[in-house]
Each structure stands twice: as C-alpha cells, then as structure tokens.
C-alpha cells in the first residue's frame, strides 16, 4: 500500500468516524430520544428467557419503551410499542452476554461487531493481504457500517453469521457452513438476501452439496425446538410483533416509491425474477451470485441504513474485479465509474461534514443533512452495475 493511500484513508476513516460521533451527540442514533442502542432489546429478550418471562410480552415490552424513551409509549401517546421483533433463537448466538450487566455487555458487542465486520471483509475475499487491510479500513468510513456499529445493531452479527457461512462453503466444511446459516436467519429478511444464493448454488449439484441444504434444515429445526422448550407458543407471538416492527421501521424502497399495494406487486416480481436470474447463473461464482442477490434484495427488505451494510458483498466483488470489468465494454465501464464516483462522493462528504460541525449553526444544519447523503445514489449505482451483469451478460459478464 502506497504511503498517500494510506493517508488518505486515515483521513476518510477518522473523518468518517469524527463525523458520526458529532452526528450522534446532536441528535442521538437514527434520532432516538434514550438509548441509542438497538442490542439492548436483544439483551432484555436474553434475561427474560432466562428468568422465564414472555420477552414478547407486555412487561419486557414497557421496560423496552422505558429504557429507549424514558417514558411508556402509553405515556408518551406513541403508537410504537418497541416489542421484540426477533425469534426467539435470535438471542442464542449473545446469549452468554445476558449475565453480564447492560453497560458491560454492550461495550463487548461493540468490539465483537466490529471484528466480525472486519473479518467478514477477509472471508469474502478468502484471503488476507495489505488489499484485504484497505478495504476493512475504507468499510469502516462508511456510513452503513459506522451507523450500525454506533448502535450496536444486530444486523451486524447475522451478516456477519452468513458470510461466516459462505467462508466456510468455499472451504469445503457443508455441515458447520449450515449451521452457520441456520443461525444467521434469526434477522430473516437480512439472511435470506445472503442464503437465497448459496441454496441455489447447493440446488444446481444436489449430490454433491446437499450436505449443506441438510444440515441448514437440521440446526434450524434444531434451534426451533430449542427456542420452543425456552418460551413455549413463541411462534405465533413472533408473527404478531411484525406489524408492530413496521411501525417504526421506513418501508421497502419499492414500497416507498410505488405505494403498498404496487409497491408489493413489483416486489414480488422482482423477487422471483432474481430467482430465474440466480438460477440461470447457478454455475458461476457464489459471491457473484451473492452480490446480485443482496443488492437487488436490498430494494425489498427495509430501507434501514444499517441494513445496507450487505453492500460489502458486491462492493469487494466489484473492486476485486474492476480491472476485468473495465475491460468488457462502455456500459460495464459506466457503471464501475458510477459505483467508484459515488464511493468517493460518500467520503468527500464525510470529510465536509467533519469540518462543518463546528464551523457555524449553519454549518452543524448542512452537516446533519449531509449525513447518509450518498446511500441512496450509492446503492442506484451499485444496482445498476449489478442489473448490467445478472440481467445483460451479452454486455459481458464476469460471473
């Protein structure tokens, strides 16, 4: 690594980071008025179980409110009720951390994130170099991974998880590689973005990879019965908490653009669609198949910057491969200047943003609004690329 781009990415890393913290103490995570961190539901859910309290009840879930608002949400007239959104076998994996006091548990989360995020950069180029350094360091100047990590979100652990999963696909290891992934579905709509692929892959040479399907069904079944014996009738409970996780969570991207009732019809659509398109491509690589998958998914699950952090798969594929990608046409070339342009634009603006904070109220009021600027042009960019490879191979694929 050349000593300016090492420089350089000190600067967007610690502007990047110097930005947030400003960010958070201004207005606090994703505009929260108490606790700014989204594990400590997963933690409440995790002492329930083991106290036996329903951690989908309505004593879990006032204590919920208390902690994130100060106040009930009956109190504070909010219709969003703060319930555990998650299945019971979510809270398995930081189960542990449940014995440790709040404030200890949370500041171990916050480091075990970040290394599953940096680790998870390594798996999916499978291997470690200086390259492999840079690309942890610029994912952590992004406002995705920064705004997940800030707030301790759990996304981070079941991506984590997946990717963990395909790491040891490519190694040969099925059996471990499904039990990693049955796990990994305690964030559904995040993991199968990530799964969808690999069950593809396991499909197109059944004899050969069904270890993988079998075992993903075996320690699923296995984490159902589990989760069953800790808080029997979780299953119908869980169900009823999704409509109250939509409360306080923005809609799919193609719902916001569509409304519900389109915006649902072409969700649909898109998601078979990506099915035939996944299935058409069954023989190349799995993380050129992961990256399709998870970007165009990404227009369906919803749109929450922390769960834009699956861009990591695409983003490494696409940087792995620019040399090849420039070199198969004016459309590819398009696109990958697109995606770059629009990285680069995420960072310059992380870099105004940090000196802006302290320049005047007007400059704190151009900050705020610059913060998560990019995401969405960002994610139109690397969706175009990605639609140009799956959907356009005649325009020269590198699948």
Not at 358 to 371: D, K
Request: charged residues 10%; proline residues 5%; positive net charge.
């Amino acid at each position: 690594m050349k000593l300016r781009t090492a420089i350089l990415v000190l600067v967007c890393l610690v502007s990047a980071w110097y930005n947030a913290i400003c960010f958070s103490d201004a207005g606090s995570i994703g505009l929260k008025h108490g606790l700014s961190s989204d594990f400590y539901i997963l933690w409440s859910a995790s002492k329930a179980i083991m106290q036996g309290v329903n951690p989908y009840g309505p004593e879990v879930t006032e204590q919920n409110q208390i902690v994130y608002f100060g106040a009930t949400a009956k109190a504070l007239g909010s219709k969003t009720e703060w319930r555990f959104p998650y299945p019971i076998y979510a809270t398995f994996p930081l189960f542990p951390l449940a014995f440790l006091d709040f404030r200890t548990a949370n500041e171990i989360v916050f480091w075990l994130f970040a290394a599953l995020t940096a680790l998870s950069v390594g798996w999916l180029r499978g291997k470690w170099d200086r390259t492999t350094v840079l690309y942890c360091a610029l994912a952590f100047s992004t406002y995705p991974v920064i705004y997940a990590l800030q707030g301790r979100q759990p996304t981070v652990l079941f991506f984590g998880l997946a990717i963990g999963a395909y790491a040891l696909l490519r190694s040969g290891r099925l059996v471990w590689a499904g039990a990693l992934a049955a796990l990994s579905a305690g964030k559904p709509h995040v993991a199968l973005a990530v799964l969808l692929p690999m069950l593809i892959w396991t499909l197109s040479r059944w004899h050969e990879r069904k270890r993988f399907a079998i075992s993903s069904a075996a320690f699923l079944l296995g984490l159902f019965i589990t989760a069953t014996i800790a808080s029997p009738g979780w299953i119908p409970e869980w169900f009823a908490t999704i409509p109250h996780y939509a409360q306080y969570v923005r809609g799919p991207l193609l719902t916001l653009f569509f409304g519900d009732k389109i915006g649902l019809a072409i969700s649909v659509l898109v998601f078979l669609s990506l099915i035939a398109i996944l299935w058409l491509h069954r023989e190349s690589d799995l993380l050129f198949q992961m990256s399709g998958s998870v970007t165009i998914l990404s227009l369906i699950i919803p749109y929450e910057p922390y769960n834009l952090i699956v861009l990591l798969i695409p983003a490494v594929w696409i940087e792995d491969n620019a040399r090849r990608i420039a070199e198969t046409g004016a459309v590819n070339q398009i696109a990958l200047a697109a995606v770059r342009i629009a990285l680069i634009l995420s960072w310059v603006i992380n870099i105004v943003g940090a000196l802006l904070w302290h320049a005047s109220p007007m400059g704190r009021s151009i900050a705020w609004t610059l913060s998560g600027a990019m995401i969405l042009p960002l994610l139109g960019c690397v969706v175009a690329m990605m639609l140009v490879q799956l959907f356009f191979p005649i325009l020269g694929t590198l699948a």
